[in-house]
């Protein structure tokens, strides 16, 4: 089993839809979850970061995390055809939870 | 300006000639890693380092070597390079590890020939 699994996608959504990105994880143990949007060829850079059971809005993004089901999703409201991208979600795991272990990734595609 | 500094940012090699990527950060931080990201594997770490002169192998060390003589520098180093290792590498720091934001470098990408 890996240890954090998304869909590949890609996930399709019209301008000014929501896109729900969905993330699950396998150590029961891990305290810290992100999400980071990647476009081709860049680096990865942070978009929100979720400590807590329940939601945690940031302008057009919300995160929500499930431990009990070892699930956190990503939410992006009124999508954006720049917000076309791959967004990678990342626990916090390893010995002392000291790793960030990546997801593969799920690639979102805005149509105007 | 707070960044991660890799070089180079592109690199064609031949197999078995020795490299180097130079890894930078200006924020203090303590922990930096190493990741390669190919296609349908994501992000895989390499190598980690929790302070200077501390390193751990992470998940696919075989074939790289990695020094933390000093704080902001974590240089990824390729003794014997080979085409498996041809990938697009990234350099990452965070102030204390897993459970804090990482900064990636701007990534180099390699190949070997």
């Known amino acids: 089993q890996k240890e954090v699994e998304q869909n590949s996608g890609p996930l399709s959504v019209p301008e000014g839809a929501i896109a729900s990105l969905n993330c699950t994880y396998s150590?029961?143990?891990?305290?810290?979850f992100f999400w980071y949007r990647q476009y081709s060829g860049k680096s990865p850079e942070l978009i929100m970061f979720?400590?807590?059971?329940g939601d945690k809005e940031d302008g057009r993004f919300t995160a929500q995390l499930n431990k009990a089901s070892q699930y956190v999703s990503l939410l992006i409201r009124d999508s954006q055809p720049s917000d076309s991208a791959t967004y990678l979600c990342?626990?916090?795991?390893?010995?002392?939870?000291?790793?960030?272990?990546f997801g593969t990734g799920t690639r979102l595609l805005v149509s105007p | 300006e707070a960044q991660v500094t890799q070089n180079p940012r592109y690199l064609i090699t031949v197999t078995g000639k020795k490299l180097t990527v130079t890894c930078s950060q200006n924020m203090n931080h303590e922990y930096m890693s190493w990741y390669r990201q190919d296609p349908g594997l994501g992000l895989r770490q390499i190598y980690y380092s929790m302070n200077v002169e501390v390193t751990d192998k992470g998940d696919v060390p075989e074939g790289y070597k990695v020094s933390r003589k000093e704080k902001r520098n974590f240089p990824l180093i390729l003794e014997s390079p080979s085409p498996n290792q041809t990938s697009l590498y990234f350099c990452?720091?965070?102030?204390?590890?897993?459970?804090?934001?990482?900064?990636f470098g701007q990534g180099t990408r390699l190949t070997v020939v």
């Open positions: 990452a720091s965070s102030p204390t590890g897993g459970n804090t934001e990482a900064f």
């Open positions: 150590d029961r143990g891990s305290q810290s």
């Open positions: 990342a626990v916090n795991g390893g010995t002392g939870f000291q790793k960030l272990v």
């Open positions: 979720i400590y807590s059971n």
